[in-house]
């Protein structure tokens, strides 16, 4: 279903929290949240939370890469700028989402998040794929092109 073009997603504005709906193949049009009219920024990654997990999830018509981390986390550190260039050079074709697991904890139970980092991969909604721990670029790559095929 991706393939027809469409790349809308449901994003949480970073400043005031409010669910827009976005066109990911528009991100470099700069996009403003409807309600505070501040940026919302598609090139990084986008907090999700338990709040909003499963609408982000769900309404994103490309695949949704979570980083389930925690900030007292070392390795989830070393994950983040890693994170933050896939976010930047997929830009439309791939949704980077950061999942604070002490915040929202139910959505780390559900998942069964044992150990963070924990990347993993939905699409249409449904996981596709999981790596556990902090992995090189070219792994995380890996992870998406197969995720994409
Ligand atoms: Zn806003």
Known sequence: ???????????????????????LARAAQKPVCGQCRRPIAL??????????????????????????????????????????????????????????TDASQATARRFKIASIPTLIVFRGGREVARELGAIPRPRLEAMLNAALG
């Open 1 to 23: 279903m991706e393939a027809t073009g469409s790349r809308k997603a449901t994003v949480s504005c970073a400043f005031c929290g409010k669910l827009n709906r976005v066109d």
């Open 43 to 100: 090139d990084r990654p986008v907090r999700v939370s338990d709040a909003d997990f499963d609408r982000v999830v769900a309404d994103s018509q490309v695949p949704v890469l979570v980083d389930f981390y925690a900030d007292w986390c070392g390795p989830c550190k070393m994950m983040a700028p890693v994170l933050d260039q896939v976010a930047h050079d997929r830009v439309g074709s791939v949704l980077v989402a950061k999942l604070d």
